[in-house]
């Protein structure tokens, strides 16, 4: 019998590409259609079945979407109601060029234009919107995610902006020195808003083997590559083309690219793929490097696993797969090699702050600290993983209180933070190993065995402080001053939600939260909860309120 896994027929989401999780197909059956009969402009779509299920994109219009399963003789419906966020605030996308140089990079006879990179980037940002909207949903917050500002047809807009300066010239540049020029460029624009957020993809990044030796490391690949930036913060996430050759042109084409097994030529192209090679795997890791940078400019930390370290990668797994299991790798990193490989990488390596100097930040090495799963709602460490097995859970939405609304953008939510703000830019590179994936099953024999291991989900406190965060889907925007520590004692009016612990390397090591129950305008932090502490002299305390108001850049002590 066919069952959607993923939604309940009537459920409104507040994104245009809808992901549906079948199961129950008959054995016999290679392959089903979706048709929305809603949609008059599109004919229905067939996708592959793999171990009695499939997973499936659909576009969907606005209002209601009557979407008609077909596989065999049997047939199933569900409606799905499609309302978009009315929300003031935006993510922006932008095509950066220069002046010598318009194209990103890809295999021979390849199309490679702005046109053909602006289709790609509308394609890759629908994902992403979904997928957020995805796993906040599995993790009990409702279908929440950010906005795009849409063209006519209801499609991601992406500007194109030259940089004043040759290709040549921007490879001679640090990352920190691009992000800055591409930075200062957009704010001198017509493109410069309060409210929106940028993610700007630029065209330059340059793979060169001459030699045609096959790049068997991550570092290999990267001393090859000129032009490769991932930094993201402040209101800017920049990242690089070198694997955008990899991405889908279409929605109806996602699944097919990611489940692609095809192997990447590395004498002539770059190789993104975390490991392991392939054109899927390259787009899923390159894909959800983008998101990790956007989650920098939405407030995110750093987290032992999961999309804010390296759990970006297996992208590609959350939407080819259709019966997922997360990691539950042992929760110390001194218990685990696997876990302090994935913390230890360059992709948390180093931070750097945003000031006019761009001073680096001390190198992240080891992190002195134990973490533990967590033990109750409204108390519990940041490296919390999702349910062992993506089921049939559908959201239990949180209420926001009626009391205050959101505060208007202070300087803090500026593009370019003044020197005397903290907030962070980290970046992802790849000159480090992926870890072992193998070796990162956990050997569950409770869970189906055509389940598969996926790290791409948020840890927990990461997917509460979006869950509020003012720049996802909320209808109305609260006011309020941001939250005040004072001592050990919190206060906000509208209502704190959750207190993040984070070392000065930006790293997530605890967290509290209110989400089940209302929340309190006054906490006292209990330290004596907090098993282990980094062996940081300050920690950073971050706390999100019931409206979207951010405390952060707030340092003290270590608590003895």
């Not at 929106?196 to 991550?218: H, I, L, Q, W």
């Not at 390159?286 to 990790?292: E, K, N, Q, T």
């Not at 932090?525 to 108001?549: K, R």
Request: proline residues 6%; glycine residues 6%; hydrophobic residues 35%.
């Amino acid at each position: 019998m066919l069952e959607v896994i993923n939604l309940h027929s009537g459920e409104v989401v507040p994104h245009p590409l809808c992901l549906l999780r079948v199961i129950g197909t008959q054995k016999e059956a290679t392959c089903a259609a979706i048709h929305n009969q809603s949609d008059n402009t599109r004919n229905g779509a067939l996708w592959k079945i793999h171990q009695g299920g499939f997973n499936a994109l659909i576009p969907l219009v606005e209002g209601d979407n009557d979407l008609r399963i077909i596989c065999g003789t049997e047939e199933a419906t569900i409606k799905v109601t499609y309302k978009p966020a009315n929300n003031p605030l935006y993510i922006r996308l932008i095509y950066i060029t220069c002046l010598n140089e318009d194209k990103f990079q890809g295999p021979k006879d390849a199309e490679c234009s702005p046109n053909t990179a602006i289709r790609k980037i509308q394609t890759g940002a629908l994902v992403l919107q979904t997928f957020t909207a995805e796993t906040l949903a599995t993790e009990g917050l409702g279908r929440r995610t950010f906005r795009f500002e849409l063209d006519t047809e209801g499609n991601p807009i992406v500007h194109v902006i030259q940089l004043p300066v040759t290709l040549k010239e921007v490879h001679n540049m640090t990352e920190e020195r691009l992000w800055e020029t591409t930075a200062l460029h957009i704010l001198s624009s017509h493109l410069s808003d309060k409210n929106c957020k940028y993610v700007a993809f630029f065209c330059g990044t340059r793979f060169s083997n001459p030699d045609k030796k096959p790049m068997k490391t991550e570092s290999e690949v990267m001393a090859n590559t000129k032009g490769q930036v991932s930094l993201g913060g402040g209101g800017l996430a920049l990242v690089g083309t070198g694997a955008l050759y990899t991405w889908a042109t279409h929605v109806d084409k996602v699944i097919d690219v990611m489940n692609d097994q095809s192997p990447i030529d590395t004498t002539t192209v770059m190789d993104f793929s975390g490991g392991r090679g392939t054109w899927g795997s390259c787009y899923g890791t390159h894909l959800g490097s983008v998101l990790h940078e956007l989650a920098h400019t939405l407030d995110l930390g750093h987290t032992p696993h999961g999309i804010m370290a390296r759990g970006f990668e297996d992208l590609h797994i959350f939407f080819t797969t259709t019966k997922l299991t997360s990691d539950y790798l042992p929760q110390s990193p001194h218990h685990s090699s696997i876990m302090r490989q994935s913390m230890s990488s360059s992709l948390i390596k180093e931070s750097v702050t945003f000031t006019t100097d761009f001073v680096r930040r001390i190198p992240l090495n080891n992190i002195n600290m134990t973490v533990e799963p967590p033990k109750e709602p409204i108390a519990s460490c940041g490296v919390y993983s999702p349910p062992a097995l993506l089921s049939r859970r559908y959201p239990n939405k949180i209420q926001r209180s009626n009391s205050g609304t959101s505060s208007p953008l202070s300087i803090e939510d500026s593009l370019i933070s003044s020197p005397t703000q903290k907030n962070a830019c980290s970046r992802t590179l790849l000159n480090a190993p992926s870890p072992n994936l193998a070796g990162m099953i956990n050997n569950n024999k409770n869970l189906d065995a055509s389940s598969s291991k996926c790290r791409a989900f948020w840890a927990r406190s990461s997917a509460i402080l979006l869950a509020f965060h003012k720049w996802l889907t909320v209808d109305t925007n609260g006011s309020g001053s941001t939250p005040e520590l004072k001592g050990s004692v919190l206060c906000s009016s509208a209502g704190i939600r959750v207190v993040e612990l984070r070392d000065l390397h930006t790293m997530a090591f605890h967290h509290w939260e209110f989400v089940t129950r209302p929340p309190p305008p006054v906490l006292h932090l209990p330290w004596a909860q907090v098993p282990h502490w980094p062996s940081d002299s300050h920690i950073e305390v971050v706390a999100e309120d019931n409206q979207g108001n951010l405390m952060k850049g707030c340092f003290m002590p270590r608590p003895l």
